[in-house]
């Protein structure tokens, strides 16, 4: 997971959901509210698309799989049934998720944000934008699996079960696997093209933070950053 810096609420987002906001407000059953957001929200895939386009480089704010517009939803981090009236349109508290169905074939929901759902302890779930050093919470191991590092155990353990980002079958150690692949023929390509020294060239691409499964990549070559 890689820390998300939002940015100041766009201008647009304020003035699409400021009746909006009202109207949920003025609900008394959690039903009415949902529905302000299910149904009555028309402008989300352009949220969608700032948040991407604008914080997240297009990589799911989770398990960080490279989404486009129509494999991703607006991800409320603290689930919305917390308090419907401060966090459904509160932006501080969207980002953009994977599906969770991009490495399996019978489109399952295995992963990230739909995963979570409504199940959360906010004392243990490390909040992508909140933790500014979140990558230093996990580890990679040689068969690709994410796993917890030394500096908070819990927290890492949770937040990886929740989001189920090591589940059996959901293809995530696989996908790691392939950004790897696709990253050694990137330089290799590179060195080929440019003939600059391999180190200098791994450092400049892993500068780069829209490259799926970054913090992975990242951990692998650790010992040249």
Not at 51 to 58: A, C
Not at 116 to 132: A, C, Y
Not at 200 to 220: G, P, W
């Amino acid at each position: 997971m890689r820390y998300i810096q939002k940015k100041i609420t766009p201008q647009f987002f304020i003035e699409d959901t400021k009746e909006l906001q009202n109207k949920i407000i003025g609900f008394l059953n959690k039903k009415d509210k949902k529905l302000v957001w299910d149904n009555d929200y028309k402008d989300r895939r352009k949220l969608k698309e700032y948040i991407l386009e604008n914080e997240q480089n297009y990589l799911c704010c989770y398990c960080e799989a490279k989404v486009t517009l129509d494999n991703s939803h607006v991800e409320h981090i603290r689930p919305k049934d917390m308090n419907e009236d401060s966090l459904t349109f509160d932006y501080n508290n969207l980002s953009v998720s994977c599906n969770g169905t991009c490495f399996n074939d019978k489109n399952q929901r295995l992963t990230c944000g739909h995963k979570k759902s409504n199940k959360f302890d906010e004392n243990k779930f490390l909040n992508p934008t909140q933790v500014v050093d979140i990558r230093e919470y996990f580890i990679y191991t040689d068969n690709y699996y994410i796993g917890a590092s030394n500096k908070d155990t819990t927290k890492a353990t949770y937040t990886m079960k929740l989001l189920q980002l090591n589940s059996f079958n959901n293809y995530l150690p696989e996908a790691r696997k392939i950004a790897l692949d696709d990253f050694n023929s990137s330089i290799k390509e590179h060195r080929n093209k440019t003939g600059k020294d391999t180190k200098y060239i791994i450092k400049e691409l892993l500068k780069r933070e829209n490259l799926a499964f970054i913090s992975f990549l990242r951990f692998r070559y650790k010992a040249i950053l």
